[in-house]
């Protein structure tokens, strides 16, 4: 699919339509990766979605939708992140031992000792090497969705690497 569709001109219903079907499986990859949850992810980016075709009329330049939809991605992730979170600290203090469901492992130990590691990153530094290394996103894609500069993404990148490195070891030096 195209990483760059004209939308100029577009009414948000043509424009959005064009990006369901060019971008869809892209951006709920990108927040699956981030909120480790196929379903949420689904939600993050129909939810991005609907914004966006809600704005359309208000976006100054149509042929950067994908950036803003990105963007929109990221933030609603991390937003889904921290209601997670909240919702988890009060199953955790009102009904201990009940409600909490363990989502499904990664699979394999090494996986799970990834995805520990990079829970313990900070969270720019986590969806850094997340969008580079999983997705394979140069500095200037990461860089638009987080919506930092390219030294900002290669700082981060350079310090949650080493960071990655201390937790895991000789895991992290050969990630194949």
């Keep these: 699919m195209p990483d760059h569709?004209?939308?100029v001109g577009a009414d948000a219903d043509a424009a959005v339509e064009q990006m369901y079907a060019a971008h869809w499986p892209q951006l709920v990859r990108l927040s699956t990766l981030l909120v480790h949850d196929q379903q949420a992810a689904e939600d993050v980016v129909q939810d991005a979605f609907v914004a966006m075709h809600g704005k359309?009329?208000?976006l100054r330049d149509p042929d950067k939708a994908l950036a803003y939809l990105r963007q929109a991605v990221v933030n609603r992730s991390r937003s889904a992140l921290r209601h997670r979170a909240v919702v988890e600290r009060h199953v955790r203090?009102?009904?201990p031992g009940e409600g909490a469901v363990e989502g499904p492992s990664l699979g394999g130990a090494r996986r799970d000792a990834v995805r520990d590691a990079l829970l313990r990153l900070t969270e720019r530094q986590r969806e850094v090497l997340v969008l580079r290394y999983y997705l394979d996103w140069s500095e200037a894609q990461i860089a638009d969705a987080l919506g930092v500069s390219r030294g900002a993404v290669?700082?981060?990148?350079?310090?949650?690497?080493?960071?990655l490195r201390a937790l895991l070891g000789d895991w992290w030096e050969d990630p194949s």
Excluded: E, P
């Design 5 to 7: 569709l004209s939308l």
């Design 154 to 163: 290669k700082s981060h990148a350079s310090r949650g690497s080493a960071a």
């Design 93 to 95: 203090t009102s009904a």
């Design 56 to 58: 359309w009329s208000r």
